[in-house]
């Protein structure tokens, strides 16, 4: 084989090797129970919902006296061990003996929601022994509202295994994932209001920078456009003046005055019929 030969099959060699590790390390997700044509919308943006917890693996440890002695590991919508290949969602470990149990399967799930919590639901587990006719376990995790946690109190809360069928593992957690969008309490009034006098400030704050950095203006001429404002101030108070005012201007005054000079005159007139004839 001739060297330019050799080269590229050693280079088609190592991209194929590439690419069959991209496959390997792509984690599978989870997969709703039924065909892809009957998953509905709701499913897929639950699901969608939920993909910031991806990332996060949640244990909690039960001890039982001495014969119950486990660790339960869980994974949202990823599996727990990607190298097992067992699309294991949610597994048990017995601490006594090593040996690992899958409740629930990625490849089997059930999601749907509240108000304030979304219920997931792995199948599809491992077969019960001498429990619940031998049927595959279950995993129901309850996702449940706390505002300002992304994922936290991951625990166990029962076992139900006395059922002929129909039995289950109830886990629990919080997320704010969970939690209804928050609606805005400002009114459309409250938010002009705002956008208002964040307007009013930067005029302010712009215009006097403005008039103090770049015109060079100083004392009461560094509010911008000080002439316009006192124009305007002189004419409302005018029209303050015009309107309040209860009477015209020039109208003579209803009353005479007690002054000095008409209190002289008043006294002359009243001593002359005093006088003889």
């Known amino acids: ?22 496959e390997q390390s792509e984690e599978r997700s989870c997969d709703v129970v039924g065909d892809e044509s009957s998953e509905s919308q709701m499913e897929r943006a639950l699901l969608k919902k939920l993909e910031p917890l991806s990332h996060m693996r949640f244990n909690v440890t039960v001890e039982k006296g001495k014969t119950e002695n486990y660790i339960y590991h869980f994974r949202v919508c990823r599996e727990v061990n990607s190298t097992s290949h ?14 690992t149990t899958v409740i629930g399967r990625i490849n089997e799930t059930q999601v749907f929601n509240g108000s304030d919590w979304i219920m997931l639901i792995y199948k599809g587990g491992d077969s019960y022994g001498r429990h619940c006719s031998g049927e595959k376990r279950r995993a129901v995790i309850m996702i449940s509202c706390k505002r300002g946690v992304t994922a936290s109190s991951f625990s166990i809360i029962s076992e139900e295994r006395e059922k002929e069928q129909e039995c289950f593992y109830l886990f629990e957690m919080d997320s704010s994932l969970a939690c209804p969008a928050e609606n805005s309490h400002l009114s459309v009034g409250s938010i002009l209001l705002i956008t208002f006098v964040s307007l009013i400030a930067v005029y302010i704050i712009g215009g006097f920078l403005y008039q103090r950095l770049i015109v060079g203006a100083k004392g ?16 409302v108070a005018d029209g303050c003046d015009f309107v309040c005012r209860s009477k015209p201007r020039n109208a003579p005054a209803a009353y005479r005055g007690v002054g000095d000079d008409q209190l002289g005159e008043e006294s002359e007139e009243r001593d002359d019929h005093l006088l003889p004839m």
């Open 1 to 22: 084989m001739s060297p330019p030969c050799h080269t590229s099959a050693l280079l088609l060699f190592f991209i194929a090797l590439a690419v069959a590790g991209a």
């Open 220 to 235: 009461m001429e560094q509010i911008p456009h000080f002439a316009f404002w006192q124009d305007l101030g002189n004419l």
């Open 86 to 99: 067992d699309f294991g969602g949610l597994v048990q470990t017995d601490r006594q003996n090593g040996k």
